[in-house]
């Protein structure tokens, strides 16, 4: 397994004396461990991680907050690009069994690279690095101020944190130590495609949007496929978004215009009416698990995204406002699968490369589940954990 430490030239230590309860205690036991091991001792890891779990409406976003000093790169993106093609093993570690499960995420708090960013973060999801998370984000931002890592700053707490995509403003609304109201505005979102027909294998003509919204989405109603957006219809929703999504990937190739590195729907979305008041959609998002095989039909399969979806909702009101279905300064409050809500709005247009995008703010909560020392024993057999396919 690759070893992370600092970077050269790197603002580290401004950051790191932020979080130094949690680092230098960190470090101390792992290097207390070590020692005990030089001497023969039973207790001996080759790392530890630390971490604080959490979940925004549903969603699990475990919160790295010690283990790892700095990533090279000079911006996140490069630090996130670092990660995917020289140091995975520590997204497979985190989200792979025994540690982690189908629906979880990871994320992975750094120095900022910008000296406007209070902290910067890494998106770990099962198949990619996500260079912007609605869910995650807020995860991050109730983690770093709820731990005391970023000092609130009276009732509504402005952050800018630097994720991959970019810098991205959160303010922060806590009551009693507790943060109980995260908005953040998100990079622009624009829709690239609207109503395609894409051929999906033992589907037939499926109609779609592909938008972004910090991921690419491919986003297409629920009713064509007589689906309800209902918990225990997970299996059948899930096999329905994944053939979908690896349909539309093959058919409607995409690339950010700004930022040739991201490439490819990597996501896709159901989405539906609501029945409840002061709901405006319903909608579920299938995270990948695994590589579709049209062959092989055990592969037809995902995890569903708990919460409704940050960026998802971000690539579906850029869909709406293309279609003139959802005006500027309009509040749109999208359901998950589980009933939980984000509330979305648009606050202007701009232009990214040659379409017509808008930026839309994100509302949502999150609470923290536990606090945890992650650890690999030098004689575990699966180091970077495994996947099973009764539930992968």
């Not at 708090?109 to 807020?138: C, H, K």
């Amino acid at each position: 397994m690759e070893t992370l430490g600092a970077s050269p030239g790197l603002p580290a230590a401004l950051f790191l004396s932020a979080i130094s309860e949690y680092n230098v205690a960190t470090n101390f036991i792992g290097r207390a461990r070590r020692r005990t091991a030089a001497r023969g001792g039973a207790l001996r890891f080759e790392r530890m991680i630390a971490a604080v779990d959490a979940h925004a409406c549903g969603e699990p976003g475990r919160v790295i907050v010690g283990g790892v000093l700095d990533v090279p790169g000079k911006s996140m993106f490069e630090k996130m690009k670092y990660l995917e093609t020289q140091a995975d093993g520590l997204r497979k570690l985190m989200l792979r069994e025994p540690r982690g499960y189908p629906a979880a995420n990871c994320n992975l708090i750094l120095p900022p690279t910008r000296p406007d960013a209070d902290a910067g973060f890494v998106i770990m999801e099962q198949m990619e690095y996500a260079a912007m998370s609605g869910s995650n984000t807020i995860c991050v931002a109730t983690v770093l101020l709820e731990t005391g890592m970023v000092k609130p700053r009276g009732e509504v707490t402005r952050l800018r944190l630097e994720a991959p995509a970019g810098l991205i403003e959160v303010d922060a609304e806590m009551r009693a130590g507790k943060v109980t109201r995260v908005t953040f505005e998100n990079v622009p979102a624009f829709a690239v495609h609207l109503d395609r027909e894409i051929a999906v294998p033992k589907l037939g003509k499926v109609k779609v949007d592909v938008a972004w919204g910090g991921m690419f989405y491919v986003i297409s109603d629920a009713a064509q496929f007589g689906l309800e957006l209902r918990p225990e219809d997970a299996r059948e929703i899930v096999r329905v978004g994944e053939m979908v999504k690896a349909a539309a990937q093959e058919q409607l190739p995409v690339v950010h215009p700004e930022n040739p590195g991201i490439a490819g729907i990597t996501i896709g979305q159901l989405s539906a009416p609501s029945n409840k008041a002061g709901v405006d959609r319903k909608n579920t998002v299938i995270v990948s698990t695994g590589k579709l095989d049209w062959n092989r039909p055990a592969t037809w399969t995902g995890a569903l995204d708990r919460s409704p979806c940050g960026t998802g909702t971000c690539a579906k009101m850029a869909t709406l406002y293309a279609r003139g279905e959802l005006e500027l300064h309009q509040d749109f409050v999208h359901e998950g699968i589980l009933g939980t809500t984000f509330t979305g709005r648009l606050l202007r247009e701009t232009r990214v490369g040659e379409f017509k995008a808008v930026v839309p703010t994100l509302s949502g909560q999150a609470w923290i589940t536990g606090f945890a020392n992650y650890v690999v024993d030098p004689e575990d057999p699966f180091p970077e954990g495994f996947t099973v396919g009764d539930i992968w």
